[in-house]
Protein backbone atom coordinates (compact mmCIF):
# COMPACT_ATOMS: atom_id res chain seq x y z
CA UNK A 1 0.00 0.00 0.00
CA UNK A 2 1.18 3.11 -0.79
CA UNK A 3 0.21 7.05 1.14
CA UNK A 4 -0.61 9.72 -0.82
CA UNK A 5 -0.46 13.08 -0.08
CA UNK A 6 -2.03 15.84 -2.66
CA UNK A 7 -1.79 19.88 -3.02
CA UNK A 8 -2.36 22.30 -5.77
CA UNK A 9 -5.88 23.46 -5.02
CA UNK A 10 -7.09 26.71 -4.79
CA UNK A 11 -9.05 29.38 -6.55
CA UNK A 12 -9.15 30.13 -9.96
CA UNK A 13 -11.22 32.37 -12.62
CA UNK A 14 -12.44 30.51 -15.25
CA UNK A 15 -10.58 30.21 -17.91
CA UNK A 16 -7.61 29.29 -15.61
CA UNK A 17 -5.01 26.56 -14.76
CA UNK A 18 -4.32 25.10 -12.03
CA UNK A 19 -1.55 22.28 -11.20
CA UNK A 20 -2.25 19.79 -9.04
CA UNK A 21 -0.06 17.39 -7.32
CA UNK A 22 -0.24 13.93 -5.39
CA UNK A 23 2.96 12.79 -4.09
CA UNK A 24 3.16 8.77 -3.15
CA UNK A 25 5.50 7.24 -0.10
CA UNK A 26 5.50 3.59 1.07
CA UNK A 27 4.58 0.11 -1.46
CA UNK A 28 5.24 2.19 -4.55
CA UNK A 29 5.42 -0.14 -7.85
CA UNK A 30 5.49 0.70 -11.37
CA UNK A 31 2.74 -1.86 -12.31
CA UNK A 32 0.21 0.78 -9.94
CA UNK A 33 -2.02 2.42 -11.48
CA UNK A 34 -2.46 6.03 -10.42
CA UNK A 35 -5.87 8.29 -10.69
CA UNK A 36 -7.43 11.13 -10.19
CA UNK A 37 -11.38 11.72 -9.16
CA UNK A 38 -13.31 14.80 -8.19
CA UNK A 39 -16.54 15.18 -6.09
CA UNK A 40 -19.01 18.28 -6.14
CA UNK A 41 -21.21 19.00 -3.39
CA UNK A 42 -24.17 16.67 -3.23
CA UNK A 43 -22.37 14.47 -6.57
CA UNK A 44 -21.01 10.94 -6.60
CA UNK A 45 -17.49 10.85 -6.57
CA UNK A 46 -16.09 10.43 -10.60
CA UNK A 47 -13.38 9.59 -12.47
CA UNK A 48 -11.38 12.27 -13.65
CA UNK A 49 -7.93 10.77 -15.40
CA UNK A 50 -5.48 7.93 -14.79
CA UNK A 51 -1.92 6.84 -15.62
CA UNK A 52 0.24 4.33 -15.43
CA UNK A 53 3.27 4.19 -13.88
CA UNK A 54 4.97 1.35 -15.81
CA UNK A 55 4.38 3.26 -19.16
CA UNK A 56 2.92 6.51 -18.99
CA UNK A 57 -0.45 5.54 -20.46
CA UNK A 58 -2.80 7.83 -19.69
CA UNK A 59 -6.92 8.03 -19.69
CA UNK A 60 -9.40 10.96 -19.13
CA UNK A 61 -12.77 11.10 -18.38
CA UNK A 62 -14.79 12.93 -21.58
CA UNK A 63 -15.54 15.72 -19.69
CA UNK A 64 -12.26 17.19 -19.02
CA UNK A 65 -10.60 15.58 -22.17
CA UNK A 66 -8.59 17.85 -24.14
CA UNK A 67 -8.63 20.43 -20.84
CA UNK A 68 -6.49 18.62 -18.42
CA UNK A 69 -3.01 16.44 -18.55
CA UNK A 70 -2.12 13.91 -16.44
CA UNK A 71 1.45 13.34 -15.84
CA UNK A 72 4.37 11.35 -13.68
CA UNK A 73 7.66 11.62 -12.50
CA UNK A 74 8.81 8.99 -11.34
CA UNK A 75 11.84 9.99 -9.80
CA UNK A 76 9.70 12.14 -7.60
CA UNK A 77 7.03 9.32 -7.13
CA UNK A 78 4.35 12.22 -7.73
CA UNK A 79 1.97 12.69 -10.20
CA UNK A 80 0.00 15.39 -11.70
CA UNK A 81 -3.15 16.78 -13.03
CA UNK A 82 -2.81 20.16 -15.17
CA UNK A 83 -5.95 21.40 -15.78
CA UNK A 84 -6.57 24.19 -17.96
CA UNK A 85 -9.50 26.27 -19.65
CA UNK A 86 -11.28 25.81 -16.19
CA UNK A 87 -14.54 25.83 -15.93
CA UNK A 88 -17.26 26.39 -12.95
CA UNK A 89 -18.47 23.01 -13.22
CA UNK A 90 -14.82 21.76 -12.87
CA UNK A 91 -15.29 23.18 -8.80
CA UNK A 92 -15.33 20.14 -6.88
CA UNK A 93 -12.92 18.10 -4.13
CA UNK A 94 -10.30 16.34 -6.04
CA UNK A 95 -9.03 13.05 -5.02
CA UNK A 96 -5.83 11.11 -5.73
CA UNK A 97 -6.32 7.47 -5.31
CA UNK A 98 -3.72 4.50 -5.94
CA UNK A 99 -4.53 0.47 -7.16
CA UNK A 100 -2.66 -2.81 -8.59
CA UNK A 101 -3.12 -3.63 -11.89
CA UNK A 102 -4.35 -1.79 -15.13
CA UNK A 103 -6.56 1.19 -15.04
CA UNK A 104 -10.19 1.81 -13.96
CA UNK A 105 -12.66 4.63 -13.37
CA UNK A 106 -14.60 2.69 -11.12
CA UNK A 107 -13.56 4.35 -7.16
CA UNK A 108 -14.36 1.03 -5.83
CA UNK A 109 -11.52 -0.74 -7.11
CA UNK A 110 -8.92 2.02 -6.02
CA UNK A 111 -7.06 0.72 -2.80
CA UNK A 112 -6.02 3.97 -1.00
CA UNK A 113 -6.65 7.53 -1.46
CA UNK A 114 -5.56 11.02 -0.38
CA UNK A 115 -7.36 13.70 1.65
CA UNK A 116 -8.89 15.26 -1.06
CA UNK A 117 -7.93 19.00 -2.24
CA UNK A 118 -10.57 21.92 -2.77
CA UNK A 119 -9.99 23.13 -7.10
CA UNK A 120 -12.95 26.14 -7.16
CA UNK A 121 -13.63 27.82 -9.93
CA UNK A 122 -15.30 31.13 -10.27
CA UNK A 123 -17.48 32.81 -12.91
Known amino acids: QVQLVESGGGLVQAGGSLRLSCAASGRTFSTNTMGWFRQAPGKEREFVAA????????YYADSVKGRFTISRDNAKNTVYLQMNSLKPEDTAVYYC????????????????WGQGTQVTVSS
Open 97 to 112: AAKLGSWAKQKELYDT
Open 51 to 58: ILWSTGST
